[in-house]
Each structure stands twice: as structure tokens, then as C-alpha cells.
């Protein structure tokens, strides 16, 4: 292995030890995304198919847009 590759290993690996070591000696007090997190994702989901549902539903959205069969040509005008 090259002196320069071997040196940028050992740092890489050394920063990555620290911030174990850190992080292992940090209490960890919940935050907002800890105690909310879940009941905010839930929320945005049961809004997202509720909008959804009310688009599919209650706009009278008709599946089948094509006009293929449908539209006939107007006679033309001269």
C-alpha cells in the first residue's frame, strides 16, 4: 500500500473512532423528530390518500379519457 493511502486510511479511521467514542458518551435526550416523527409521517400520509381520494372520487373524474370512437368529425364547411 502507498505511504500517502496508508496515512489517509489511518485518519479516516481515526475521525470515525472519535465519533463513536463521542457519540457513545453524549446522553441522548429525545427530540422533536423522536417524539413526533412517526405521528407526523402518519398524518401526512392518512392527508395524502385523503386528498387523493377525494380527487379520484368526487371531482367525477372519468377513466377512459380517450375520444377514439367517441368524437366524429364535423362536416366541413365551405
Do not use: C
Request: hydrophobic letters at 45%; zero cysteines.
Amino acid at each position: 500500500m502507498f505511504p500517502v493511502a496508508r496515512a489517509a486510511l489511518s485518519l479516516t479511521a481515526r475521525g470515525v473512532q472519535r465519533t463513536a467514542v463521542r457519540q457513545a458518551h453524549r446522553k441522548h435526550e429525545p427530540n422533536f423528530h423522536d417524539q413526533y416523527g412517526n405521528l407526523v409521517l402518519l398524518g401526512g400520509a392518512a392527508v395524502f390518500a385523503a386528498v387523493w381520494g377525494y380527487v379520484f372520487t368526487g371531482v367525477g373524474m372519468e377513466w377512459g379519457l380517450s375520444p377514439v370512437g367517441r368524437v366524429t368529425p364535423k362536416e366541413w364547411r365551405e
